[in-house]
T-cell receptor
Framework: GAGVSQSPSNKVTEKGKDVELRCDPISGHTALYWYRQSLGQGPEFLIYFQGTGAADDSGLPNDRFFAVRPEGSVSTLKIQRTERGDSAVYLC???????????FGPGTRLTVL | GEDVEQSLFLSVREGDSSVINCTYTDSSSTYLYWYKQEPGAGLQLLTYIFSNMDMKQDQRLTVLLNKKDKHLSLRIADTQTGDSAIYFCAENPGGYNKLIFGAGTRLAVHP
């Protein structure tokens, strides 16, 4: 079956511009997660949705970052006024309604010039 | 605090066993995970173990968990060149859904 999909696969933007990253989870998965992976590091948790609501947003680094999941399926991660330090691979994952197995998408590589 | 530690690099000969080690900090984690990441690819879930188990075997993979020492290991039997990748250990502190990852162990398999 189809896995987690993310778009775009690559995004290059200029400092100060806003970006939107999209995640389409596995069909039927109620939980959706965003992580950020910097070069040479493991993924770092950003936010977790259960259904339409953000159940844990403790990993969002500041108020320039926010995410939505209006219909409980597709999610969009939005970064406003991007900074060079936001450059990373943004990973999305989904799971059934328990934490046993999170399945990751291929990621969006964001480069801020 | 939340921290997962892994050695950065492991080199093995093809056909040998690989053992990748990890230490974690949160004794309330209910699951411990191993993920594999190949160059330019996303994370692939390899296996996970419930915290009340001490061993799990899945084909060539064996996971050992020492909860007292908060130590997790992944053994890959008969390591092949296709096993070359970065392996990440992760825990879910408090039993919640947020995963905390280590920095990854790069496994290099040579002939």
């Amino acid at each position: 079956g189809a896995g987690v999909s993310q778009s775009p696969s690559n995004k290059v933007t200029e400092k100060g511009k806003d970006v939107e990253l999209r995640c389409d989870p596995i069909s039927g998965h109620t939980a959706l997660y965003w992580y950020r992976q910097s070069l040479g590091q493991g993924p770092e948790f950003l936010i977790y949705f259960q259904g339409t609501g953000a159940a844990d947003d403790s990993g969002l680094p500041n108020d320039r970052f926010f995410a939505v999941r209006p219909e409980g399926s597709v999610s969009t991660l939005k970064i406003q006024r991007t900074e060079r330090g936001d450059s990373a691979v943004y990973l999305c994952a989904s799971s059934l309604d328990h934490p046993t197995a999170q399945y990751f998408g291929p990621g969006t590589r964001l480069t801020v010039l | 605090g939340e921290d997962v530690e892994q050695s950065l690099f492991l080199s093995v000969r093809e056909g040998d066993s690989s053992v990748i080690n990890c230490t974690y900090t949160d004794s309330s984690s209910t699951y411990l995970y191993w993920y594999k990441q190949e160059p330019g690819a996303g994370l692939q879930l390899l296996t996970y173990i419930f915290s009340n188990m001490d061993m799990k075997q899945d084909q060539r993979l064996t996971v050992l968990l020492n909860k007292k020492d908060k130590h997790l290991s992944l053994r890959i039997a008969d390591t092949q060149t296709g096993d070359s990748a970065i392996y990440f250990c992760a825990e879910n502190p408090g039993g919640y859904n947020k995963l905390i990852f280590g920095a990854g162990t790069r496994l290099a398999v040579h002939p």
